[in-house]
Nanobody
Framework: QVQLAESGGGLVQAGDSLRLSCTASGRTFRDGNLAWFRQAPGKEREFVAS????????YYADSVKGRATISTNMPKNTLFLQMSSLKPEDTAVYYCATSRTIYYDGHLASKESSYAYWGQGTQVTVSS
């Protein structure tokens, strides 16, 4: 089992930057991909970014490409999402997730069903 805990959310203004963190405990990030998803009010959860545990590539949703950077600190079992130029439409609960299998296919890496472990989420609210 892997336990994930997100932090770093909050209320920010449009144009601000924010860094989210996700810390793993238990079996930690030993296996597959690490990812961020988000869910806005009244909408389905959507993919944001993914990175395999070896850091071979990063994959982003079009909606955040150029504004988001996913990264890891594997010795500290921590995943990050740095976001800049935040927009009100970025308002959502942000979740980190990890998979049992490593994916080098961006399509598979962006699917919710590819991920076995999820955190509880952290709220990000961007005011205009």
């Amino acid at each position: 089992q892997v336990q994930l805990a997100e932090s770093g959310g909050g209320l920010v203004q449009a144009g601000d930057s924010l860094r989210l963190s996700c810390t793993a405990s238990g079996r930690t990030f030993r296996d597959g991909n690490l990812a961020w998803f988000r869910q806005a009010p009244g909408k389905e959860r959507e993919f944001v970014a993914s990175i395999p545990r070896d850091g071979a590539y990063t994959y982003y949703a079009d909606s955040v490409k150029g504004r988001a950077t996913i990264s890891t600190n594997m010795p500290k079992n921590t995943l990050f999402l740095q976001m800049s130029s935040l927009k009100p439409e970025d308002t959502a609960v942000y979740y980190c997730a990890t998979s049992r299998t490593i994916y080098y296919d961006g399509h598979l890496a962006s699917k919710e069903s590819s991920y076995a472990y999820w955190g509880q989420g952290t709220q990000v609210t961007v005011s205009s």
